[in-house]
Every structure is written in C-alpha cells, then in structure tokens.
C-alpha cells in the first residue's frame, strides 16, 4: 500500500470520528484524531480477525481502555463491516438506545471486547484476556496444533495509566510474562485539566520495565510521511516477536491533530466545532460541507481487510477439524467451552454429597463444594488476593498459573495452572476475572475477605454491567471474623453489593444453601454472584434446601396455623432465628424464613412472596450487617448501625444482642407493637 492511500485512509478515520461527535454534540475527538494512524495500521496489517463472526475464538482482541475514544473503535468497526456498526448507528452516536453509546459496552455492540471508560479497566481486562489465551494454549495447543495464538491488543492513555488498577494489573502481566500481551499507550500530553506536566511526570517507560515489560519508544506517531508509519509498524512487529514478557509501545501523537485545537485539552470532551471542523476536512484534501465521507479506495481497502479475516478464521476451522480427529477428548472439551456450555452432570456432582451435621463455617462448606467443582469443571479458574489459607479457594486438583520456568515458593507452575496469585491487588483481580469471562470458556472466580470487595467494586460495578458471569467468594462476612475488628468487619460492603443492579448477592446459612449458592452461581452464565460466607462455625438447620436457593428466600420452619410472627434470617444468623423461633413455641406460633438472596427473591412473583412472607404478619430480620434494605421484606430489623467493635466473635454477637435470647424478646416486642394494629402487607405493590 503507498503512502498516499494510507494517508487518505488515516485522514478519513480521523474525519470520520470527528463527525460522529460533531453530529451528536457531544463526545472526544481528540484521541480518535490522533491515534488514528496506529489504529489504521494494526487493524489493516497486523490483527486477525472476521467481521462476520465476530465470536471467532482465536480472533484477536483489542480494547480500547480510553474508552472515550469510541468514535475511533465504531468507525474502524463500521469501516471493516461489522454487521453491529452500520451507518444508521454511526449515525445515532451517543443517542438513546443506539450501539454506538457514548463509551463502549460489550453486550451491546459485537466487536467491543469489553466494556470501557471508567479509566484503567480495559487494560485491566486484557490482562485477563491475556491470562485466557496463555491458559488455553497451554492446555489444547500440540505440536504441529498451534491453535490457540491470538494476541491481545489495548490502546490507553495518560488517564488509564494514573489509575492505581492499571499498577495493580500491569505489575501482575509483567510477573507472568504475558507474551501475547501488546500494550499502546498514547502519550499526547494532554488530561482534562491540561497539560500532563500539572499532575503526572512519571518516568513511564522505567516504570514498565520496573515491572518487567519490554518497552519500545516512538517518538513520531503522527503519520505525516512514510517514516513515521514505518516506525509504528516496526514497533509492533517486534513486541509481535517478544514472546517472553508483555510489551508496551510509548507512541507520542498529537491530540487532535490536524485541528487548531491540536495539542490542547480543548480537542479533549468536546466536538471540534462547525467552523474548525471545515478546514481540517479542507487541510486534509475533503469537501468542507460533506460528512462521513469514505473514499471509495478507503472503502476498498477495508473490504480486503474483511475478505482475509474471513479467510483467516477458514483456515483456522480447518485446523480445528483436523485437531478434533487427533484429539478427539481435547476436541470435544474445547468446542464444548467456545459454545459456552456446561458438561453434563455438573449438577449432580455439585449437588451429591452427605451432609455432615458437624458445625462448619460457610468458608470451609465453600471449600468443599469447590473440590467437588474442580474435578468436573476444567472451566473453573481463578484465584485469591493473597488470602487462599483464609478464604479457602485454592483448586487442589490443580497447581499454579504462572510463568513458565519459573519457580515460586518451591513450586513449578506453568500456563496449564488454574490457580491464579493475584497478590494483594484486589481492584485488578476483578477487572481481570472479568477480562477471563471476556475471553469465553471460562468460569473465573476471585477471593478474599467481603470487606475487601469495596477495594473491588469499580471491577465488580462492570461485572455487573458487562454481564459477566463472575463468581466472588467472599468470606469474613460479618463481625463474626472478630478479633481483627471494625476495619475489618464489612458493615455496609454486602449493601453495596446488594443495591447495584444486575448481580446476585447470595449468603448462605448451612452446607445445604452453600450448595445452592454454587448451583446458582455456576449457572447463571451472565450475571455475576457473590458469595459472603462465615469465618465462624454454624450449625447445619433443619428445613433447609440447595435447590431453593434459587428462590431468593424459602419457610424452614413453618408454624402450627397462621403465624403470629415471622423471623427472616440470612447467613450466619439464620440459626439465631430457629433458636428464637423454638423459644417461643410455648407462646406464639412462629414461621422461619432463610434468605439467601434478596435478588433472587424479589425476581419471584407476587403469588409466590404472599406465600414466604405473608400479608399481614409481623416481620422481624436478622443480620450482622447494616440493617440497610431490609424494609422491603420486614417491619423490623436486628443489625447493625455502627461499624462492629474488635474481640472474640462470640462476645462480639452477644455486645451487639445477636443471641437467641435477644431475638426472641424482640420478636415478642414487635407482635405486641402491632397487637390491634394494622400490619403493612410488604408484598402488595402498586407496580
């Protein structure tokens, strides 16, 4: 390709994306404008990948960290045929309902990777899409099968690399070597407030190769002649070669180029104006009064692009073929993980087992569901941040994700490894277990203590979001973790988790509904869960089912007639409320309720509510949380206000009234409250 037709391709990308955001009045023209040439030479030369399936598995991926920069992505998704991005969403950039919004969202648009613009997340994500496909080639790729090879690419900026996620990530890539890792930062010198020099004057380079990156420096990323572009593209062919560690290209550009408001904070959060906006179409060789102009050799030279990614995936599926007939086991297990199913009899090994009736903590039945997980599931991976003796998630059936060659605490690990040592970088363990279920065929899970989850909530906030089915098994979930006290014990962190939409919250009393908790969480490919479980030992409960879990909330003990008083426990506490409920027998008739998940019950319909909670029933809840979100299922509540005190876990209950006794005189207290009085029926909605 000549110099000229590539200039007249970047030219128009630029153009292009500066007319998406003028059309819409709103948006970032700035960054598209200047990284539009590297973005023109790694999707034309180097990517791979098929616009007509973007679900291709061994395509590569690309995330755009600086998510504001999605003008860029839609107009190279547009350009290169992607059936998600045609004009008439080109069109609607930014506008309500549109796959075109104003950062990029995954489950929206096909070809966005992961969703982006909560700055750090993206390069966080490929991190785990990096881990994904190193996994995956360790375990299908054979000689002569080198199946598994895609690269992941990831375009950030200056904001990206302020956030203290990106440190937490790109410090754990640089440990593990991640090879297929490309990184290119688009050091413009500019944030929102203005020049870099105001707020960030790091040596960046040093500070990737402190972390064990290989880093290559462009000085010129402007493409203004033949050079400048035969650098960017060196530049990636070499990070291309270096297999042994992740790679970051520092590519200088100018913000907004070609534009009177280049190299200024001005081309950042706003359209470049009607005015300027004609002479950079005139400056560039295009008509001033038109708009989304493609050249016709612009477009041809996209179109080629589109026939070789079809052509790379044709080749591909025939090395699959012919590796199914090799390996057959291998090849039955890999097409299964792409098509995102689960083996068959997962749920019977989940579900067989014998209870104990031995008091045991949730964190310890937690564990011993995930031995029965592990062997039938090769999906399930994942790991702690640095807690795996107290959180108790490490896969025994397996060894440690790590570089190869490498020895750690005395340990070969190797990419095969399920178990990933996040250290204690609990924001980027999230953002990365998101980039794993980004990835597909994986089930990925994370850990450490439920307090710790708020460190964590930028990633599980996307979680959520994204749709991805991530499982977080949090464990200390209440001030029954004791001694390490108040900074420990998570008051409000499960409310946290419960108030943001599209997640399940699931907190479980006994073996039975630790269980279930798994049951659902596995199951539910496209939301994420999160567990809380018990640091402390409690009893296995009379009444309890794995299968009802997924009801949210269900009757245990169900009383002689209507009840006069109804107890709703959750976790740790549910036992409290038998307790109080047996107190009581001789004096009211009393129905007990567990509920896992406050989700999960109010999805139930209304018939089904009337019949757990009643219409006109006094209602008491128990946790050792925040009693924050319990007034939409009781009348009253036992919790917390403040945040837990330091000592023994049974003292602590006992301060804070958490005992049989307590319960049970509340209990009465509430049924005379309402004695001759009209009893709100919590179920009854007007929509």
């Given at each position: 390709m000549?110099?000229?037709l590539?200039?007249?391709?970047?030219?128009t990308?630029?153009?292009?994306?500066a007319?998406m955001v003028?059309?819409?009045?709103?948006?970032?023209?700035g960054a598209?404008?200047?990284?539009a040439?590297?973005a023109?030479?790694?999707?034309?030369e180097?990517m791979?990948?098929?616009?007509h399936?973007p679900?291709?598995?061994?395509?590569d991926r690309?995330?755009?960290?600086?998510?504001h920069?999605?003008?860029?992505l839609?107009?190279l998704l547009?350009?290169?045929g992607y059936?998600s991005?045609?004009?008439?969403?080109i069109?609607k950039f930014?506008?309500?309902?549109?796959?075109?919004?104003?950062?990029?969202?995954r489950?929206?648009?096909?070809?966005?990777e992961v969703?982006t613009?909560?700055l750090?997340?993206g390069?966080?994500?490929?991190?785990?899409?990096?881990?994904?496909q190193?996994?995956?080639?360790?375990?299908f790729n054979?000689?002569?099968y080198d199946?598994i090879?895609?690269?992941?690419y990831?375009?950030c900026?200056d904001?990206c690399?302020?956030?203290?996620?990106?440190?937490?990530?790109?410090s754990l890539?640089?440990?593990l070597?991640?090879?297929n890792?490309?990184?290119i930062y688009?050091?413009?010198r500019?944030t929102?407030d203005?020049k870099t020099?105001?707020?960030?004057?790091?040596?960046?380079?040093a500070?990737?190769?402190?972390?064990?990156?290989?880093?290559?420096?462009v000085?010129?990323?402007?493409?203004?002649d033949?050079?400048?572009?035969?650098?960017?593209?060196?530049?990636?062919?070499?990070?291309?070669?270096?297999?042994d560690?992740p790679s970051?290209?520092?590519?200088?550009?100018?913000?907004g180029f070609g534009s009177?408001?280049?190299?200024?904070?001005?081309?950042?959060?706003s359209?470049?104006?009607?005015?300027?906006?004609k002479?950079?179409?005139?400056d560039?060789?295009?008509?001033?009064?038109e708009?989304?102009?493609?050249?016709?050799?612009?477009?041809g030279?996209?179109?080629?692009v589109?026939?070789?990614?079809?052509?790379?995936?044709?080749?591909?599926?025939?090395?699959?073929?012919?590796?199914k007939?090799?390996?057959?086991?291998l090849?039955?297990?890999?097409?299964?993980?792409?098509k995102g199913?689960l083996?068959?009899?997962?749920?019977t090994?989940?579900?067989k087992?014998e209870?104990?009736g031995k008091?045991?903590?949730?964190?310890?039945?937690s564990?011993?569901?995930?031995v029965?997980i592990?062997r039938?599931?090769?999906?399930?991976?994942?790991g702690?941040?640095d807690?795996n003796p107290?959180?108790f998630?490490?896969?025994?059936s397996?060894?440690?994700?790590?570089?190869?060659?490498?020895?750690?605490?005395?340990?070969?690990?190797?990419?095969?490894?399920?178990?990933i040592?996040y250290?204690?970088?609990?924001?980027a363990?999230?953002?990365i277990?998101?980039?794993l279920?980004?990835?597909?065929?994986?089930?990925?899970?994370?850990?450490?203590?439920?307090?710790?989850?708020?460190?964590?909530?930028?990633?599980?906030?996307?979680?959520?979001?994204?749709?991805?089915?991530?499982?977080?098994?949090?464990?200390?979930?209440?001030?029954?973790?004791?001694?390490?006290?108040?900074?420990?014990?998570?008051?409000?962190?499960?409310?946290?988790?419960?108030?943001?939409?599209?997640?399940?919250?699931l907190?479980?009393?006994?073996?039975?509904?630790?269980?279930?908790?798994?049951?659902?969480?596995i199951?539910?490919?496209?939301?994420?869960?999160?567990?809380?479980?018990?640091?402390q030992?409690?009893p296995q409960?009379?009444g309890?089912?794995?299968r009802?879990v997924e009801?949210?909330?269900?009757?245990?003990?169900?009383s002689?007639?209507k009840?006069?008083?109804?107890f709703?426990?959750?976790?740790?506490?549910?036992?409290?409320?038998?307790?109080?409920?047996?107190a009581?027998?001789?004096?009211?008739?009393?129905?007990?309720?567990s509920?896992?998940?406050?989700?999960l019950?109010?999805?139930?319909?209304?018939?089904?509510k009337?019949?757990?909670?009643?219409?006109?029933?006094?209602?008491?809840?128990?946790?050792?949380?925040?009693?924050?979100?319990?007034?939409a299922?009781?009348?009253?509540h036992?919790?917390?206000?403040?945040?837990g005190?330091?000592?023994?876990?049974p003292?602590?209950?006992?301060?804070y009234g958490?005992?049989?006794e307590?319960?049970a005189?509340k209990?009465?207290?509430l049924?005379?409250?309402y004695k001759?009085?009209?009893?709100?029926n919590?179920?009854?909605?007007?929509?």
């Amino acid at each position: 390709m000549s110099f000229e037709l590539d200039s007249r391709c970047i030219n128009t990308i630029r153009l292009f994306s500066a007319d998406m955001v003028q059309k819409a009045n709103s948006g970032h023209p700035g960054a598209p404008m200047g990284m539009a040439p590297v973005a023109h030479v790694l999707w034309t030369e180097f990517m791979r990948y098929n616009p007509h399936n973007p679900d291709w598995f061994n395509r590569d991926r690309f995330v755009l960290s600086n998510g504001h920069a999605c003008a860029l992505l839609y107009t190279l998704l547009h350009f290169t045929g992607y059936e998600s991005v045609p004009f008439a969403e080109i069109e609607k950039f930014r506008q309500v309902d549109s796959k075109t919004p104003g950062h990029p969202e995954r489950h929206l648009t096909k070809g966005v990777e992961v969703s982006t613009g909560p700055l750090g997340q993206g390069l966080a994500n490929a991190v785990g899409l990096a881990i994904g496909q190193a996994h995956f080639a360790a375990r299908f790729n054979k000689p002569e099968y080198d199946l598994i090879n895609n690269y992941t690419y990831v375009f950030c900026g200056d904001g990206c690399l302020q956030e203290g996620i990106t440190s937490e990530a790109c410090s754990l890539a640089g440990h593990l070597g991640l090879g297929n890792l490309i990184l290119i930062y688009d050091d413009n010198r500019i944030t929102i407030d203005g020049k870099t020099e105001l707020s960030f004057t790091e040596d960046v380079e040093a500070r990737f190769k402190s972390y064990g990156w290989h880093t290559v420096v462009v000085e010129k990323g402007d493409g203004t002649d033949e050079k400048e572009l035969n650098d960017i593209r060196a530049a990636i062919d070499l990070c291309r070669k270096v297999k042994d560690r992740p790679s970051i290209i520092k590519l200088h550009t100018t913000i907004g180029f070609g534009s009177e408001k280049a190299g200024t904070e001005h081309v950042h959060g706003s359209p470049l104006g009607a005015d300027i906006l004609k002479k950079v179409k005139r400056d560039f060789g295009f008509q001033e009064n038109e708009f989304f102009v493609v050249p016709r050799e612009v477009r041809g030279v996209y179109d080629e692009v589109k026939k070789r990614g079809a052509e790379h995936e044709k080749g591909w599926n025939e090395l699959f073929a012919k590796y199914k007939h090799s390996f057959p086991d291998l090849g039955k297990e890999l097409e299964r993980r792409i098509k995102g199913g689960l083996p068959d009899g997962w749920e019977t090994a989940l579900l067989k087992y014998e209870p104990s009736g031995k008091d045991k903590s949730t964190r310890l039945l937690s564990q011993e569901c995930i031995v029965r997980i592990e062997r039938i599931l090769p999906d399930f991976l994942g790991g702690s941040a640095d807690l795996n003796p107290s959180t108790f998630s490490y896969l025994n059936s397996s060894y440690d994700f790590q570089k190869p060659g490498v020895l750690t605490s005395g340990k070969q690990g190797d990419y095969g490894g399920r178990n990933i040592r996040y250290g204690v970088r609990e924001h980027a363990m999230a953002a990365i277990s998101n980039g794993l279920d980004a990835y597909g065929g994986i089930i990925p899970y994370c850990s450490t203590f439920l307090n710790f989850i708020q460190y964590a909530l930028g990633g599980v906030r996307l979680s959520a979001l994204s749709q991805h089915g991530v499982i977080y098994i949090m464990t200390h979930d209440s001030i029954g973790l004791g001694e390490d006290g108040p900074t420990h014990q998570p008051i409000g962190a499960f409310a946290n988790v419960r108030a943001m939409p599209g997640i399940i919250d699931l907190r479980p009393s006994d073996e039975n509904e630790t269980a279930g908790a798994y049951f659902v969480a596995i199951k539910e490919r496209h939301k994420p869960s999160v567990l809380a479980l018990t640091r402390q030992n409690v009893p296995q409960l009379p009444g309890t089912s794995a299968r009802e879990v997924e009801k949210g909330a269900y009757v245990i003990i169900e009383s002689d007639g209507k009840p006069d008083l109804i107890f709703i426990g959750t976790g740790s506490e549910t036992h409290l409320c038998v307790g109080a409920a047996k107190a009581l027998s001789g004096e009211l008739k009393v129905r007990v309720v567990s509920m896992p998940s406050m989700r999960l019950f109010s999805e139930q319909p209304a018939a089904y509510k009337e019949r757990v909670l009643g219409t006109d029933v006094p209602i008491l809840s128990v946790e050792a949380l925040t009693t924050f979100g319990w007034a939409a299922y009781s009348h009253a509540h036992h919790g917390l206000d403040g945040f837990g005190t330091s000592g023994p876990a049974p003292k602590v209950f006992v301060k804070y009234g958490f005992t049989v006794e307590n319960i049970a005189k509340k209990g009465k207290e509430l049924v005379q409250f309402y004695k001759g009085k009209h009893v709100p029926n919590l179920v009854e909605k007007p929509f």
